[in-house]
């Protein structure tokens, strides 16, 4: 069976560094959410707007209906569908406000040869967001949303004038004269639709109306007009081409022209991952809906805008990494998640990213800033090695939740992080540099000791077991996320040398047992049963972008371009929707199952892949 792309389910809207998450969904509703979340819970405070259509105020078909988006990424989004010969297309974008306002503009046509009555329904409602969305966040299912969701939620709307509200939002609306408004208690043809704004209008054929819609959560009173929606538009439009103007360099592609749309989407849902904070700080979200922080993912989408030349973005970034690590205590000098679990690699990763900034910026002010935090944090890692093994104790690896000794992703995380910061601290002449280089190299050794002696009990073998956690014996499945935690970091630490036998036997070990396919190489053996109720997608879900950029950073280290390009465009085909939005994994048997969408640290290393494979040049 061929593999079809992932589904786009959601588009982003709002602008970075404000207070809430603001998404379009397909079938025909823009939610609100605040972009933290409910005390001691896993959901968030939203408002949401839907259209439905028709005397049964029916919700279209969302697997029908297509986005359309701008080929520079700027989020001026639109949304089309067709029910009955009469076209719908909704355009919707943000202010750059700390609490947005969304701009919507609904058009209608009647694309029929006779005269029709156009009935359009208008709902509200605030409430938790997964009612709103019809998914518990970016959870592992598949994406089913259902009008009977907003019938669970307060219906406290109510009309007033030229506006719906509540204590919480007001839309505001221009349906222009010819309109005729009524306030729905209920829809006796569908009962689930209650509590809302209709508006009937006469369409010749071929007539085409427009309607205008504001969200505001913060102001009332809002201009809603033809003219105030085009004269918002463009001022939003230009607020991100200022943005964007001041990235710098960018992946030779003069000559790939598909990849151009591709590269500037992922550049603006990276600055809309961000979260304002204080003083210069802001946090580098990991995506979907969720507003937490995993450092180990984020300092790959902090390298991509690095290598664009965004050093402000990615110093804010930093800096609240700095804000959450330890200052005393045993602990001091530990770098956190923010809600997120506490990987034993986060030091490691922050170290490696910020030493990888310091090694682009080249700005001495900002090493200086940062440079003791980098110290206290390279002191943590060096106090944590065990003297006996040189390896870090027993810990939590990733957001798998057992506690094992993971030496190929915590400690060859960690080994790239002291191994940059060696580089950054050497190039500015810091006398620390010698004692980190000692470190580094010591570590170093360690790992490639144990992968040595794994070797050596395996050499009559042409493939290779790499053992993810120390002690373990060969076994089918292999224990954990093999494709992660396996020996995908220490390829791309260059513990396994890509050059050598060793990372051909992997590669073998890999592709004998169908975990390399059509260029992903992330195939999971474990499946969502024990966590989730039923698992669909077991056998035929692809864990995309983390172990494939290792694998990619292989290939194109031993000159093989063919599977590096394979991998990088498997991560537009299978990894990315048509919009552009990229996802945390990939079912092969079900395009509608696309959870963490959109993903920053997927974005960040296919724009590293992207520069990696085409070289990178000054912007024009």
């Known amino acids: 069976m061929e593999w079809e792309r992932p589904k786009t389910i959601k588009l982003y809207l709002h602008p970075p560094e404000v207070k809430k998450l603001i998404t379009i969904w397909p079938d025909f509703k823009i939610v609100s959410s605040d972009v933290d979340p409910i005390k001691g819970t ?248 969720w507003a937490g922080v995993w450092p180990v993912e984020a300092i790959d989408f902090l390298i991509a805008l690095d290598l664009l030349g965004l050093y402000d973005w990615t110093e804010k970034g930093y800096r609240f990494f700095l804000k959450h690590q330890e200052k005393d205590g045993e602990n001091k000098g530990r770098f956190n998640s923010y809600l997120a679990p506490q990987w034993e690699n986060i030091n490691g990763g922050v170290l490696y990213g910020l030493s990888r900034h310091l090694l682009l910026h080249k700005n001495e002010k900002c090493f200086k800033e940062f440079r003791q935090a980098m110290l206290d944090g390279f002191e943590w890692i060096i106090k944590r090695r065990e003297k006996s093994s040189g390896l870090f104790p027993a810990g939590r690896p990733h957001d798998w939740g057992f506690t094992v000794q993971a030496w190929c992703i915590t400690d060859a995380v960690n080994v790239m992080g002291i191994n940059e910061m060696a580089d950054a601290f050497s190039y500015f002449n810091d006398p620390n540099a010698g004692e980190i280089k000692k470190q580094a190299v010591d570590y170093k050794n360690c790992l490639e000791k144990i992968l040595n002696e794994i070797v050596e009990k395996q050499s009559q073998r042409d493939e290779i077991f790499i053992p993810n956690y120390l002690g373990i014996e060969e076994s089918y499945p292999p224990k954990g996320p093999y494709f992660a935690d396996g020996p995908a970091m220490l390829i791309r630490a260059g513990i396994i040398d890509s050059k050598s036998p060793v990372f051909e036997k992997v590669e073998k070990y890999f592709r004998n047992r169908g975990w390399m396919k059509n260029g992903l190489t992330g195939l999971m053996t474990d499946g969502l049963l024990g966590s989730f109720h039923s698992d669909p997608w077991a056998g035929h879900t692809w864990y995309v972008s983390f172990s494939d950029f290792c694998w990619f950073l292989g290939w194109m280290k031993t000159g093989e371009k063919e599977k590096a390009f394979e991998t990088m465009w498997a991560q537009v085909r299978y990894g990315m929707s048509q919009h552009y939005y990229m996802l945390e994994r990939f079912a092969d048997n079900d395009p509608t199952f696309c959870p963490w969408q959109p993903n920053a640290s997927a974005n960040g290393r296919l724009i590293q892949m992207l520069f990696e494979f085409f070289g990178s040049r000054k912007r024009e």
């Not at 359309?68 to 989020?75: E, Q």
């Not at 259902?146 to 839309?171: P, Q, Y």
């Not at 959560?217 to 001041?246: D, G, I, P, T, Y």
């Not at 030779?252 to 550049?267: A, E, G």
């Open 42 to 289: 896993w959901f968030f405070n939203s408002t949401g707007i839907r259209f439905l259509f028709g005397e049964k105020a029916i919700a279209p078909d969302w697997k029908k209906s297509q986005f359309i988006v701008r080929s520079d990424g700027i989020p001026v989004h639109f949304l089309k569908t067709s029910i009955d010969d009469i076209e719908y297309l909704i355009e919707c974008f943000c202010t750059w406000k700390e609490i947005p306002e969304t701009y919507i503009r609904l058009t209608v046509t009647n694309a029929s040869g006779r005269k029709k009555e156009l009935i359009t329904g208008v709902m509200a409602r605030s409430g938790e967001d997964r009612f709103l969305y019809g998914i518990t966040g970016d959870f592992y299912t598949s994406y089913t949303p259902l009008l009977e969701n907003w019938d669970m939620v307060s219906n406290d709307f109510f009309l007033e004038k030229n506006s719906i509200k509540n204590k919480k939002a007001t839309i505001s609306f221009n349906t222009g004269e010819k309109a005729k408004l009524q306030w729905i208690p209920v829809n006796r043809q569908n009962i689930f639709a209650k509590n809302y704004l209709e508006i009937k209008q006469t369409l010749e054929p071929l007539e085409t109306v427009s309607y205008y819609f504001v969200l505001a959560e913060n102001s009332e009173n809002m201009q809603v007009s033809a003219s105030h929606h085009s004269f918002e538009r463009k001022q939003c439009v230009s607020q991100w081409e200022k943005e964007l103007n001041r990235v710098m360099f960018v992946p030779d592609i003069k000559n790939q022209d598909w990849l151009i749309p591709v590269l500037w989407s992922l550049i603006c849902q990276c600055l809309q991952m961000f979260v304002k904070d204080e003083n210069g700080i802001a946090r580098p979200r990991q995506g979907g809906r």
